[in-house]
């Protein structure tokens, strides 16, 4: 082969090694994608299952879960009320059996900060009544993964279920900052629509709450 063509072959046949190793790490990508997208999916999914007719909060939760009338609870004029349903705890529902073996199996494959069992983790604590666990996990979440609209949206729902346990107005504002963020990254997400109304309302940020309803509405 002519020197000179040897020579402009060169650089090409040391890219092929670079764009098979960029190929692989594309598809490896794309299946760890799926595979977890679809872990997390059905965990939410069987969550929301086993949680049933109860709504526990007055914001919504992303994965399917019922959306149904929210009778707020009984509350002797504190600084924040009305975002925690009233409900039997769960130890009493007919699926606190179910719930219990989710979360163990949850712990068990491992809901550490990256992990997608931390969101569904995150909720069943918001569930189980135990807000500030859920803030915790749903916070790891969305440090870990801040382009996830859905985290971002629960976490504002923990935050507004955290904001009436421990009746600090200060966490509605922290609960907006989610909601809105989930909005940006994803303006057809229903749930966080819902949500980012509801703390207008709570915000007392009349005008912009209207908006914000006529908006879902749509």
């Known amino acids: 082969m002519d020197h000179r063509l040897r020579h402009l072959l060169a ?9 098979g190793l960029a190929v692989v790490t594309i598809v490896a990508l794309g299946i760890w ?5 679809t872990d997390r999916t059905a965990n939410l999914r069987e969550l929301a299952e086993a949680v049933g007719p109860h709504r526990v909060a007055l914001g919504r939760f992303t994965g399917g879960f019922v959306y149904d009338e ?30 219990r073996q989710l979360a ?16 569904t983790l995150g909720i069943w604590n918001v569930v189980w009544g ?8 749903l916070q790891s979440v969305t440090r870990h993964e ?16 955290l904001a009436e346990a421990t ?17 940006r990254l994803d303006r057809s997400l229903q749930e966080a629509r819902f949500t980012y109304a509801i703390l207008q ?9 209207v908006a914000a309803w006529e908006s879902y509405l749509e």
């Not at 135990?130 to 996990?137: H, I, L, Q, S, T």
């Not at 801040?146 to 279920?161: E, F, H, T, Y």
């Open 201 to 209: 309302e709570m915000l007392y940020l009349r005008d912009d709450a």
């Open 167 to 183: 009746d600090d107005p200060s966490l509605l504002i922290d609960a907006w900052t989610a909601a809105d963020s989930a909005l």
């Open 70 to 99: 929210c009778v707020p609870k009984a509350a002797d004029a504190p600084l924040v009320h009305g975002l925690v349903c009233e409900q039997p705890p769960p130890t009493q529902w007919p699926s606190s059996a179910r719930l």
């Open 146 to 161: 801040p382009g996830n609209a859905g985290a971002q949206n629960d976490l504002a729902v923990a935050l507004m279920s």
């Open 104 to 119: 163990g199996r949850l712990h068990q494959k491992g809901a550490g900060a990256t992990s997608e069992y931390a969101h």
């Open 33 to 37: 994608a799926t595979v977890y997208g």
């Open 130 to 137: 135990r807000p500030r666990e859920g803030v915790e996990d």
């Open 11 to 19: 650089p090409r046949r040391r890219l092929f090694p670079v764009l």
